[in-house]
T-cell receptor, first 115, second 110 residues
Framework: DAMVIQNPRYQVTQFGKPVTLSCSQT?????MYWYQQKSSQAPKLLFH???????NEADTPDNFQSRRPNTSFCFLDIRSPGLGDAAMYLC??????????????FGPGTRLLVL | GQNIDQPTEMTATEGAIVQINCTYQ??????LFWYQQHAGEAPTFLSY????GLEEKGRFSSFLSRSKGYSYLLLKELQMKDSASYLC???????????FGAGTRLFVKA
């Protein structure tokens, strides 16, 4: 089945130790998104790619970076995780076609714990 | 500014009907989505409205009034498995950015 895959499902890191979360998709979608979601809060968009074009949200801290080496893969790098970065990180895709609904398909998420 | 408001929690009885409201203020509008999210899981798509009116999809219907910045999700014949958070989300005009509400946590009781 075509899908969005995130690894790992759970990630424990130490305060200040860089961590990378990964996302892959078999939907061949043009757009890939990274969201941060804390308990009982709305998913907060960090950035998205349309193909190779990177779009950063104005309020996304510099501590968060992203890479998209090809259509299928996208990575979220947290350079120096703080305790406040503990959250669920959701990767999503949408087709990016002209006039499309842009329904987003989410991966299962990576829950990040910072010790 | 950008703002999406939904009730925090609702409780309903199995077999009943429940309506979850959403009001929004965004800088542009290019469609409104409803997603379902079970605890600890990813959101899954339920419905989409871009024009005013009611969209029906099985037990779920969604309504939109663009002039009022208002939508609701209607769930009929509630089942225990419908206990989840329901997220209202608005796609902004001119790009791919979607703003999510914090979600309404629905508890279905027997």
């Amino acid at each position: 089945d075509a899908m969005v895959i995130q690894n790992p499902r759970y990630q424990v890191t130490q305060f200040g130790k860089p961590v990378t979360l990964s996302c892959s998709q078999t939907l061949n979608h043009n757009v890939m998104y990274w969201y941060q979601q804390k308990s009982s809060q709305a998913p907060k968009l960090l950035f998205h790619y349309y193909d190779k074009d990177f779009n950063n949200e104005a309020d996304t801290p510099d501590n968060f970076q992203s890479r998209r080496p090809n259509t299928s893969f996208c990575f979220l790098d947290i350079r120096s995780p703080g305790l406040g970065d503990a959250a669920m990180y959701l990767c999503a895709t949408s087709s990016g076609g002209a006039g499309g609904l842009e329904t987003q398909y989410f991966g299962p998420g990576t829950r990040l714990l910072v010790l | 500014g950008q703002n999406i408001d939904q009730p925090t929690e609702m409780t309903a009885t199995e077999g009943a009907i429940v309506q979850i409201n959403c009001t929004y203020q965004t800088s542009g509008f290019n469609g409104l989505f409803w997603y379902q999210q079970h605890a600890g899981e990813a959101p899954t798509f339920l419905s989409y409205n871009v024009l005013d009116g009611l969209e029906e999809k099985g037990r779920f219907s969604s309504f939109l009034s663009r002039s009022k910045g208002y939508s609701y999700l209607l769930l009929k014949e509630l089942q225990m498995k419908d206990s989840a958070s329901y997220l209202c989300a608005v796609r902004e005009l001119g790009g791919f950015k979607t703003i999510f509400g914090a979600g309404t946590r629905l508890f279905v009781k027997a």
